[in-house]
């Protein structure tokens, strides 16, 4: 039951290709966004899609597989955790930003493989 504490799980699509930067400790980290979509319809009957857009980061090996397979528009499914972060812009003032932290994903079309 551990891992259904902080558990995120996301089907969507990368909205643009993926930040990785190599740290000075030797670590790979990778940011990037995906988009998660929900059609419904209104009291009207009309057809609505909501779309919420989420941070992502990965790090080490998982880093490394983003950086070589994921590209802008890749279907992908995730399993991560949720993190929230607060700092001080550069007016002083706080700011929160919440990201999934990457453990796992999953190529979901076949166009998306780069072989």
């Not at 998982?62 to 700092?87: M, P």
Request: aromatic share 8%; glycine share 6%; hydrophobic share 35%.
């Amino acid at each position: 039951m551990n891992s259904l504490r902080n558990s995120v799980k996301l089907i969507g699509h990368l909205g643009a290709d993926p930040e990785v930067k190599k740290l000075e400790s030797g670590k790979v980290v990778a940011k990037f966004s995906v988009a998660t979509s929900e059609v419904y319809k209104n009291k009207k009957g009309d057809k609505v899609t909501e779309t919420q857009w989420h941070q992502i980061i990965a790090w080490g090996n998982t880093a490394e597989y983003v950086e070589k397979y994921l590209r802008k528009g890749t279907h992908i499914a995730l399993d991560g955790k949720l993190t929230h972060n607060s700092y001080q812009d550069k007016d002083g003032i706080k700011r929160y930003s919440t990201q999934v932290v990457a453990n796992e994903f999953v190529l979901l079309t076949k166009s998306d493989l780069p072989f």
